[in-house]
């Protein structure tokens, strides 16, 4: 028994070396980087140990804009993109003719570059010298007025970066879904026809339950990847953020560092660190609201 278990951890040894390397250690090197107050990183020196840098990030006017701005990103796309997900995937899983076609095109969005959409977004919306945008042309045939949705205010710079961040997670999704509802047992809904079940019950007390893992995987992938949001607001705004109030927590990470205001790895981590607990703390609470909600 225990050579088998030492073979065991031979073959586990590269992938724990690996994950120690690239994992663990850069961890413990970012909790040490958001203590060290007064951080130099061309003499690599400072003057003291705190909490200074999560005192500075937490009151820096930039860093509260970007919380607002991934909140707000995170509250509606989330819940929309799987909406719509579950809803195009159950149209797509009734459908007989030409599915594996519709399937295609619906995945076709998450194999496209996300700057390249971001161009086409940027198209649709902005207003340029030459024409106000596609969007704008629609606005406008149906008697509306002309909105700057790139330069232009919050909400509108706001709308388009959930529409945009919608598309792109949305084929992810419905191939997920997809999947889980070719995956449910047929022999249920042939013995909820055979009792006369709506579909609105069937869906309820049936396909829901049967997929709700994977639905509740999808949730909690969703919160983390909107909160990582930054490569969307960049192939809409530009990579100058907070000049247009669309800055993100991964953005303004990444300004600490290389940004205009860059040279900051404490201050980089201090925000890294933020992030990871807000994280943390929100999927710790949709685990817990899972158990509490098994069908």
Avoid at 134 to 143: A, D, P
Avoid at 238 to 248: K, Q, W
């Amino acid at each position: 028994m225990k050579k088998q278990n030492l073979k065991a951890w031979l073959y586990l040894l590269p992938a724990i070396a690996f994950l120690g390397v690239f994992m663990v250690y850069p961890l413990f090197d970012v909790v040490i980087y958001s203590l060290e107050e007064g951080y130099n990183s061309a003499s690599q020196s400072f003057f003291g140990v705190g909490l200074y840098n999560f005192s500075y990030v937490l009151h820096d006017p930039y860093f509260l804009q970007a919380v607002k701005n991934t909140l707000i990103l995170v509250v509606i796309t989330v819940p929309v993109s799987t909406g719509l997900a579950l809803l195009i995937s159950l149209g797509l899983n009734s459908i007989k003719t030409l599915k594996n076609l519709y399937q295609t095109v619906y995945f076709l969005p998450y194999v496209t570059n996300t700057l390249a959409v971001g161009l086409v977004f940027m198209i649709l919306f902005k207003k340029t010298a030459y024409s106000d945008g596609l969007i704008n042309l629609l606005i406008n045939f149906f008697g509306g007025r002309s909105v700057d949705f790139i330069g232009g205010p919050y909400w509108a710079k706001m709308m388009v970066m959930c529409i945009y961040t919608v598309w792109i997670v949305l084929p992810f999704k419905i191939l997920i879904l997809t999947g889980s509802l070719a995956s449910v047992n047929q022999d249920y809904y042939n013995a909820a026809k055979i009792d006369g079940t709506s579909k609105w019950r069937t869906f309820w007390r049936i396909t829901l339950p049967l997929i709700s893992p994977m639905l509740f995987y999808l949730i909690i992938t969703g919160f983390i990847g909107a909160f990582k949001a930054y490569s969307d607001a960049v192939a809409l705004f530009g990579v100058d953020l907070n000049a247009a109030g669309m800055n993100t927590i991964v953005g303004y990470v990444y300004d600490m560092l290389y940004g205009n205001s860059g040279g900051y790895p404490s201050y980089a981590s201090a925000a890294a660190l933020i992030l990871f607990s807000i994280v943390f703390t929100i999927t710790c609470v949709n685990l817990r609201t899972r158990k509490r909600l098994q069908f």
